[in-house]
């Protein structure tokens, strides 16, 4: 199967089955997503979910956390993984975002970067999420699950190259979607450790490039 027409049908079984596919994140605000993305670093959505509601309701917005210190935002986030310098990466943000862009969050690339503790699957998430833009954020389930469907090769071995290659080949309309897709997919059906290949959309044009996971052949 040439690789356009992998893609092809990938992209109609995702179609169906998650047409409307989108962030398991809860936030009220662009500022609470952006935190809520970057909490939510090598921690589960579940998580995360759990401690924000009480997080934001004492720091809803850029201006207020700015005015907080690291120990205090740690009080409410000690459960997340590595929470201390999540906890001073947030303040840092806040008070970035209130000195450089009025307390807002940007949706410039650079800009974004620019602010402590984003990097670009942070900065990806926040522009297709929060402004529709035609971004692809690569983390450790869409990078699993390209090279297990063979949508990407071998070569593409950093998420920024896995990030171009899907880029390349999913259409711009599709690409704010597509994350989720990836990303829910490696969540629930083609999981790290044993993927649930029987019960899988797309077992029959799946390739099974298993290489490092666990799975019995």
């Known amino acids: 199967m040439r690789r356009e027409e992998r893609y092809q049908r990938v992209l109609e079984h995702f179609r169906k089955e998650m ?3 989108d962030t398991e994140l809860q936030f009220g605000s662009v500022f609470q997503l952006l935190v809520a993305v970057v909490l939510s670093a090598q921690c589960t959505d579940k998580r995360i979910n759990a401690v924000t509601p009480e997080l934001f309701r004492h720091y809803p917005n850029a201006r207020s956390m700015a005015e907080a210190e690291a120990d205090d935002v740690l009080e409410y986030i000690s459960s997340v993984s590595y929470p201390n310098s999540k906890a001073r990466h947030l303040v840092e943000m806040a008070r970035a975002l209130v000195q450089r862009h ?3 969050v940007p949706q410039d690339m650079n800009q974004l970067l620019a602010l402590p503790g ?3 699957k942070t900065a990806n998430v926040i522009q297709a999420v929060a402004f529709g833009q035609a971004t692809m954020a690569v983390d450790t389930h869409v990078y699993r699950v ?3 469907l063979g ?3 071998k070569r593409d071995n ?3 190259k896995v990030e171009r290659a899907l880029m390349k080949y999913i259409p ?3 690409i704010p979607r597509a994350h989720h897709w990836l990303l829910l997919h490696g969540r629930y059906v083609c999981t790290s450790q044993k993927p ?4 899988c959309g797309l077992n029959d044009i799946c390739p099974k490039l298993l290489d490092g996971s666990r799975l019995e052949h």
């Open 146 to 148: 390209s090279h297990r």
């Open 102 to 104: 009025d307390g807002e």
């Open 172 to 174: 711009e309309a599709d």
């Open 151 to 153: 949508l990407v090769s």
């Open 19 to 21: 047409p409307k596919a």
């Open 118 to 120: 984003v990097g670009r």
């Open 196 to 199: 649930h290949c029987q019960t």
């Open 158 to 160: 950093t998420p920024l």
